[in-house]
């Protein structure tokens, strides 16, 4: 089945202490890209890679880290994690060319820092 | 920086009613307009999108959209309504100076009453 995964689900942290939220899609798309999630500000993007070794800012980088180095995979990196970054965080994938710009989504991190 | 605008955080509506969700942005170059759905317990999908050509764009389970130039606007519409169409319902803008960057809407949480 085609499909963007997220892991973990649910995360509890606490201030400072870094982690990993990991993302990996098996239809081989070049483009992917997180997003946060929060009420009444919708998504936003956080970073996005064009392709494996290329990344750019997004809107909201601040506080992220992000590394493409092979195609499927596209982990969000919070070294130093801070209660604003509590948030609903999402993974997309996208194929170029054809079919450009339709987003696959994961199911969301819910991330909670204390 | 391109912004995105969504009238209505909150939608609420009977059966067969007819469904009509407004979205601005901001910019003034070339954009490509996307409506996304996340249904509830469900991924973020793709309704509709437009690039180019015809401004009035058709998408999946009965949803349209049309992109007004000179308004800036890219309304979703549904001429009527079913149950299954709660959801929350969002705007999403790029555009062809920074491809794979996206600026999504706020949302708005529509809930269709039996």
């Known amino acids: 089945e085609a499909q963007v995964t997220q892991n973990p689900r649910y995360l509890i942290t606490v201030t400072g202490k870094k982690l990993t939220v990991t993302c990996s899609q098996n239809?081989?798309?070049?483009?992917m890209s997180w997003y946060r999630q929060d009420p009444g500000l919708g998504l936003r993007q956080i970073y996005y890679?064009?392709?494996?070794?290329?990344?750019d800012k997004g809107d909201v980088p601040e506080g992220y880290k992000v590394s493409r180095k092979e195609k499927r995979n596209f982990p969000l990196i919070l070294e130093s994690p801070s209660p604003n970054q509590t948030s609903l965080y999402f993974c997309?994938?996208?194929?170029?060319?054809?079919?450009?710009?339709?987003?696959?989504f994961g199911s969301g991190t819910q991330l909670s820092v204390l | 920086a391109q912004s995105v605008s969504q009238h209505n955080h909150h939608v609420i509506l009977s059966e067969a009613a007819s469904l009509e969700l407004g979205c601005n942005y901001s910019?003034?170059?070339?954009?490509?307009l996307f409506w996304y759905v996340q249904y509830p317990g469900q991924h973020l999908q793709l309704l509709l999108k437009y690039f180019s050509g015809d401004p009035l764009v058709k998408g999946i389970k009965g949803f349209e959209a049309e992109f007004i130039k000179s308004k800036f606007s890219f309304n979703l519409r549904k001429p009527s309504v079913q149950w299954s169409d709660t959801a929350e319902y969002f705007c999403a803008v790029g555009t062809t100076d920074s491809w794979g960057k996206f600026q999504f809407g706020a949302g708005t949480q529509v809930v269709v009453t039996p």
């Open positions: 997309a994938s996208s194929p170029t060319g054809t079919g450009w710009a339709k987003l696959f």
């Open positions: 910019y003034g170059g070339t954009v490509n």
């Open positions: 239809m081989n798309h070049e483009y």
């Open positions: 890679s064009m392709n494996v070794e290329v990344t």
